[in-house]
């Protein structure tokens, strides 16, 4: 499951949500189903809208719709839901 974990929120005027830094474990896909997860608990669902990748330091930005972007901050955990099969 790929997992990413939130280092930096960061709010631009020019985007309805804002970019999300940090860290990675897998692979994520725009478009995907994400989990927004604090101490074990799913706060809330959502989609991957976009990625942006961030140079020096090989960070990533992500983000996300309106259901996750509206409680995440740093230390978070976004998890993509795997699909059913």
Not at 40 to 45: G, N, P, Q, R
Not at 54 to 73: E, M, N, W, Y
């Amino acid at each position: 499951m790929s997992e990413f974990r939130v280092t930096g929120v960061y709010p631009v005027s020019f985007k309805a949500n804002p970019s999300v830094v940090g860290d990675t474990t897998d692979n994520f896909t725009v478009g995907a189903a994400v989990e927004l997860r604090r101490a074990d608990e799913v706060l809330a669902s959502g989609v991957l809208q976009a990625i942006e990748l961030l140079c020096p330091g090989a960070k990533v930005a992500l983000t996300f719709s309106d259901t996750i972007s509206q409680h995440i901050r740093v230390g978070d955990v976004v998890y993509a839901v795997e699909a059913a099969g």
